[in-house]
């Protein structure tokens, strides 16, 4: 296993603490209810998705500040907007109660933390790169989304309801619900509940199928279940939106090499390497594969490579010296 698939096993043990102590008597629960009065354009799917949005906002903000104020995440020096960001992805937002009378939707919604593991499970969240910048995305996509829901409202008149302003509408709508999928797949993976994971990637990766960071973390889904068929197609999706993307060239050739397939594991961790010559871990990763195909000099190489860029690196000081022997 390689340094980040460890590392995410890691994160998916860490934050696995965090639901598994959300029943203790510190959680503290934070409801908000929200009634969204319908325009013409509206039906129930999209009331809901709007008040669900509402909510979810609020809710988020009034978690944020109490960590702010109650956990260690006030030494984290981040804005408040910025802790509300990444508290989607820590967790999830449950509707207790909601309403459809055809003309307004009412929704009563809840989120749950405990102070003492949120502040652990966020700082996990926070030191992991790609799935920050994911929970970010999203989270200005469900922005960008509520602006353009409120200028289209603004437009309608009664009577005319263009076919041009309802696809712009149910684009908008759409963009809502993947934003949501994203953030419960991050919320999941985080708790290593990996199955649930894929499927609310794969909801997202339905509505905005260019949303490279979303295959990518469906990837390393795939990959810590031990399904590195599946895995190696996300991250040719990923390679095919961003193409110079060392880490899914990494991530890939580890996948390849857990199939027997070294020679292919190295191509891609030498592709890795091209793009980002002091990336440690894809030479540790050439070394094994090269190993693993009997060439131990060239082994070894990578292995001192590895070790000159990261002198701590404990696991390349092993395999060079299994090597040498």
């Known amino acids: 296993m390689n340094r980040s698939n460890l590392y995410l096993l890691a994160t998916g043990l860490i934050a696995s603490l965090f639901l598994a102590n959300m029943s203790s008597a510190e959680n503290r629960t934070f409801v908000k209810e929200y009634t969204y009065g319908a325009s013409n354009i509206d039906d129930k799917v999209s009331s809901r998705a709007i008040a669900f949005e509402q909510v979810k906002r609020t809710l988020l903000e009034q978690l944020a500040t109490y960590l702010i104020n109650e956990t260690e995440v006030k030494n984290f020096q981040m804005t408040k907007d910025q802790v509300t960001a990444l508290t989607a992805g820590i967790a999830n937002v449950e509707v207790i109660y909601d309403k459809w009378d055809g003309k307004s939707y009412y929704l009563k919604a809840k989120i749950t933390a405990d102070p003492h593991t949120a502040a652990k499970s966020f700082e996990v969240l926070r030191n992991d790169a790609r799935k920050a910048k994911m929970i970010e ?189």
């Open 137 to 325: 995305d999203s989270g200005k996509i469900a922005e960008d989304a509520m602006r353009e829901i409120d200028r289209l409202r603004k437009e309608l008149k009664p009577g005319r309801q263009g076919a041009g302003i309802r696809r712009e509408y149910a684009k908008a709508i759409t963009d809502l619900s993947a934003a949501d999928w994203v953030d419960k797949g991050v919320t999941l993976s985080l708790s290593n509940n990996l199955d649930d994971a894929i499927n609310a990637y794969t909801r997202a990766i339905e509505l905005l199928p260019k949303f490279a960071l979303v295959y990518f973390s469906r990837g390393d889904a795939y990959s810590r279940l031990g399904n590195h068929q599946q895995a190696i197609m996300d991250y040719n999706k990923v390679l095919e939106l961003t193409p110079d993307d060392e880490d899914a060239y990494n991530n890939r050739g580890f996948n390849y090499g857990r199939l027997d397939n070294y020679q292919q594991a190295i191509n891609d961790y030498s592709k890795a390497i091209k793009l980002n010559p002091n990336y440690a871990i894809a030479y540790f990763n050439r070394g094994f594969a090269y190993k693993a195909l009997g060439n131990l000099q060239q082994a070894i190489s990578d292995y001192n490579e590895a070790i000159k860029l990261n002198p701590n690196y404990a696991e390349a000081y092993s395999n060079r010296g299994v090597a040498y022997n």
